[in-house]
């Protein structure tokens, strides 16, 4: 298996991309691996295998490496006779937050005709705005917490039951969000998550929900991991969700009862449908009374959350032969020849 | 003010598209024009403006033309000593339907910087997408024609109230729209639309319903067009469709009560809001007893919709100097560097 992890990007989990991206290099122990980068200009470099270390990046070593430029059918280096062709393979999409999950670097290798694991643009941009999320979850008939909108320039003077969490609509590893207690941190939290978005939602902060993490894919069939019960230290602290992204240990299978394991693996089902196809992605759910709410959609988890698989390798394996293909659109031009021959073929 | 008007795409529209920009040709005058191919096959062509004729396109013509790609920064024409930037101006995607309207050429303009005028990649996926488009209207307060959802591998076995409408949530121009006027239509009309997609939209269809179509778009404030009220008999047809798309004369003011026009113009503005920011859009409405709803929005309209306005060059002149801007992310490797500074600096 030919894979290449693409990772980095301009976004606010650059960092953590690239610890994802070496801890998969770790995971991925069969498969002949090449690595892209994206730095933080969004140029794309061709990194060596033993270079895979995280301040190769940081001390900006990386510059060294040759540049690649992405054009239709490939990833090509560019020399002196012109643009040369890369066979590196599927392409793995590592890059959390923007660009690698907003729907962008689906795109360009949607575009380009590359084959690839990551979200595709529809559910890139479904998944990485927290709002919309919430409108596809019901639309599908997924129950989901609770919540509010407000945009940037809405009057800040709202009727609120605290506590309340308070989210940017994009972005994920918690960045801007807040726990708002009471009234009077209501306006430094806003503040907060405006420096990140102009929209926010604002949700019932639940204390001590029960709260599990499903992660699986599509291949021929559904391929579903463990249910994973998170550990809640790390549900605001970025320094800890940092970790969280370097991890490629064993974890233990949540102990809830097999109705409500199956509920959570049915919920995931829906939320993944045909949207998700081509993806691994992670979907943390709440219980709350008994029912199974969404909470958010990982479409790019954190080292592809490999660590909640049996065998992720293998399962990797059987996605690239599972990946869903574009439709082909046949042009044949025949309304502008039908144009030209009622014209007597003048040129127009 | 330098425009590179891109068109064509790997699109059902792709004919469209070649005569929506040989009319924008025409419709900017003073403007300094390079227009940018993608064919089939979606490769990059350089266009001479004497070459801006329907049959270069259909004939393969083209293919003489240069190659150009599509890097960080500008697109390049591919030569002996690399890369050569292109100084284009802004772009104007007038790409329909797919590659153009799905998200994907805002996505490769976006990641690589350009300056450009189209709806952006999540602007892109929820207006592309029929039912999204539905979903993101209500949750802005904005009516919509009711509807209901089925997918391909759904039972075909539902209640319904004839006649309705079926349309296959993504495309556009019509494709795989059908009338079903009485339940053994129904099978055929499915048939057609799950042709092209694999969710259609099941709609009442309202004999004679009132139709009128808003473009506009925000520069310093909003700039709307006249209301027209569309001919009725180009409704279903995509050989008339298509001779809108080279449309440049003058449309006249619907005639409607004040009342009215300001209740669309509202409608337009809550839908076009932040999320179609650098676009000029369409939006298609119904008025169904005194209300408006939302039939679709258009999010590259057949020639820009250049005939609503009064003088379409200037305010694309002054779209092009209020085009949104993504916002800088900083990246300071301040979480690599505290970990190996911990570590004594050794290089992991």
């Known amino acids: 298996m030919n894979i290449a992890i693409l990772f980095g990007g301009s976004s606010f989990e650059h960092e953590i991309s690239i610890v994802s991206a070496i801890t998969v290099k770790k995971v991925l122990k069969k498969a002949n691996l090449s690595f892209i980068f994206v730095d933080s200009n969004r140029e794309f470099y061709l990194i060596d295998a033993k270079n895979m270390k995280s301040n190769y990046f940081s001390d900006g070593a990386y510059k060294k490496a040759k540049k690649l430029v992405l054009k239709k059918g490939a990833f090509c280096t560019i020399g002196m006779m012109g643009l040369k062709e890369q066979s590196l393979g599927t392409i793995l999409n590592l890059i959390h937050g923007r660009d690698g999950e907003d729907g962008k670097i689906a795109s360009l290798l949607e575009f380009n005709g590359l084959s690839y694991i990551s979200p595709r643009v529809d559910a890139s941009v479904l998944s990485y705005n927290k709002l919309y999320t919430k409108l596809y979850a019901e639309s599908i008939g997924v129950k989901v917490v609770p919540y509010s909108v407000l945009n940037s320039n809405d009057s800040r003077d709202i009727e609120i039951e605290y506590p309340v969490i308070i989210k940017p609509v994009r972005l994920g590893s ?18 907060v998550a405006f420096e990140f978005d102009n929209q926010v ?3 019932p902060f639940i204390e001590g929900v029960l709260e599990y993490n499903q992660a699986g894919c599509k291949t021929s069939k559904f391929e579903l991991s463990i249910v994973e019960e998170p550990n809640k230290e790390e549900f605001l602290d970025f320094e800890k969700k940092y970790l969280d992204f370097s991890r490629d240990g064993d974890v233990e299978d949540a102990t809830i009862s097999s109705e409500l394991k199956l509920s959570i693996q ?13 993806a691994i992605i992670r979907c943390d759910f709440f219980v709350v009374d008994g029912e199974v709410l969404l909470n958010e959609i990982n479409p790019i988890p954190g080292s592809m959350a490999n660590y909640l698989f049996e065998d992720f390798e293998s399962m990797v394996e059987r996605l690239v032969e599972h990946l869903p293909k574009e439709s082909d659109i046949k042009i044949d031009y025949s309304y502008i020849n039908s144009i030209q021959s009622a014209k007597g073929g003048k040129r127009q």
């Open 174 to 191: 918690s960045i801007g969000v807040s726990i708002v207690k009471s009234q009077d941190e209501l306006d430094y939290a806003l503040d």
């Open 201 to 203: 939602l604002i949700e």
């Open 266 to 278: 049915e919920s995931f089902k829906k939320v993944y449908g045909t949207l998700f196809e081509g």
